[in-house]
């Protein structure tokens, strides 16, 4: 019987070698392919049945999690999560999701993995085969770091270059617009700034051409409402030698030339002479420009930033401003808002004007309390040039080493009437209650200009603003 047994066996073997069987030779090829594949693969590869059963580990998923394949083979997922090898499992998220699922985790070894868990369904719709596929991400999250820590960087850089150049921020709608600046910076198109008087148009533009690709070169301004139009167009395009009575007999370059290479900044450009803006759209629009007296076309490289309070669209409306000169200037518009509507950047401005003229003038002054509590609560009309020259006349003339609020103007004192009304003995609390309300309506409407953002100010609905603006006889406007 044995004989035969060995016979039979040696019959078999004999067959399968000359390929009597040759599924079972393919399924043998496969799984050793199969195994070469997990051993040489870079990602780790973890499969398992659907109940979560280790079935088979590539080498890489070994070296990578710190323990050994033997340790895995046979044993549930769940136990090896258990025992802190690994602080979480995708496949363990795919037998409650049953679906795809992508995790990141850290591992035992403290590597940082991506791992991605792929259901394999069976006719029925039930998991067959769970496959894991790990990736080490170590190095790139490190990298990732890196860049944020980069960028940071670049961040506090760039707030303390704005601190230097006076250009303070904290509010968000600022920093909006520094933002927004700084993308348009590094083009080569026309800017237009837009707002109030003395909000820092000019600042602004120093910063764009700090920050473009001209920063090293000059950067040239002109203020077209502080010039005679008897002189802006010589000053902006120069003249030749002898073309007017006065003139150099050499000529003179204007600025459209000084600046070439960098940026020319034309600010109050809405003050420009509307006989002399068909010459201004030529130059800008097509980079030439002629001297008075010349016929010769000079060429050039100029960035143009502009820059205006008024309303140039009415202004074009009125017949005021060309059209045409207004949609070459405003290719990039910016709007800064006015210090009004960004109430963070009043502190910060205070303290930093302070620490400039305390320098400037070799002091040690400070300010006290109610005169901070006074300046931040107060509307500024004038924006940052005038809490600029305000801090500095504080610094030069205040007696004391302490800023009081005595020393401040009468229509920053004119604040403190709100509470002293409230103070006051000699009338009742409901007369006071109602002249206290009638002030804050006042003032609301006032500093915000319509009922809609005073009630927003006040935090109350419009309504009830109009309600108490017509029991008050205040007027109302929107």
């Not at 403290?110 to 719709?125: C, S, W, Y």
Request: proline share 3%; glycine share 8%.
């Amino acid at each position: 019987m044995e004989k035969m047994n060995n016979t039979a066996v040696n019959y078999f073997n004999k067959e399968f070698s000359i390929g009597l069987f040759p599924e079972i030779e393919e399924a043998r090829e496969k799984a050793l392919e199969l195994d070469a594949i997990l051993d040489w693969s870079h990602d780790g590869i973890w499969i398992m049945d659907g109940k979560g059963m280790t079935l088979r580990v590539s080498k890489s998923w070994e070296d990578f999690a710190g323990i050994k394949r033997e340790d895995m083979i046979g044993r549930s997922v769940y136990d090896i999560v258990n025992e802190g090898y690994y602080s979480d499992s995708a496949a363990i998220h795919v037998m409650q999701e049953m679906k795809p699922v992508s995790i990141i985790y850290e591992t035992r070894t403290g590597r940082d993995a991506l791992v991605t868990g792929i259901p394999v369904f069976d006719k029925d719709g039930s998991i067959w085969r769970i496959v894991s596929n790990i990736r080490d991400m170590t190095e790139l999250l490190s990298i990732k770091r890196e860049l944020e820590k980069t960028q940071e960087e670049i961040r506090l850089l760039r707030e303390q270059q704005l601190q230097s150049d006076s250009l303070v921020i904290r509010s968000d709608g600022m920093k909006e617009v520094v933002n927004f600046v700084s993308r348009a910076a590094q083009a080569e198109a026309t800017i237009l700034i837009l707002g109030d008087s003395g909000t820092g148009k000019e600042v602004l533009a120093k910063l764009i051409h700090k920050l473009s690709k001209r920063g090293e070169e000059q950067f040239i301004k002109i203020n077209c409402g502080a010039i005679p139009e008897t002189l802006i167009e010589s000053e902006l395009f120069g003249y030749e030698g002898g073309s007017f009575t006065g003139a150099r007999q050499k000529g003179k370059i204007g600025l459209f030339e000084m600046a070439e290479g960098g940026t020319l900044f034309l600010d109050e450009i809405g003050e420009m002479p509307l006989q002399l803006q068909p010459k201004l759209l030529l130059a800008i629009q097509d980079r030439q420009v002629y001297r008075v007296g010349g016929t010769t076309p000079i060429n050039l490289n100029v960035r143009i930033i502009a820059a205006t309070n008024r309303d140039l669209k009415k202004m074009v409306a009125e017949g005021k401003f060309r059209e045409d000169l207004y949609y070459r200037l405003n290719v990039v518009p910016v709007t800064i808002p006015p210090l009004r509507e960004r109430k963070e950047d009043i502190l910060p401005l205070l303290f930093h004007f302070l620490d400039k003229f305390n320098k400037k003038y070799k002091l040690n002054k400070r300010y006290s309390s109610p005169a901070i509590n006074l300046m931040v609560s107060y509307s500024w009309p004038g924006n940052v040039r005038e809490l600029e020259n305000l801090t500095e006349r504080l610094v030069v003339t205040s007696p004391g080493e302490e800023i009081c609020q005595e020393q401040l103007p009468e229509e920053l004192k004119r604040e403190l009437e709100l509470t002293e009304v409230v103070g006051c003995e000699s009338i009742n609390l409901k007369k006071a209650t109602e002249s206290l309300e009638k002030r804050l309506l006042q003032q609301a409407l006032e500093r915000f200009g319509s009922t809609r953002k005073a009630a927003a100010a006040l935090g109350v609905a419009q309504p009830t603003v109009v309600r108490k603006a017509k029991k008050y006889g205040l007027r109302v406007t929107d």
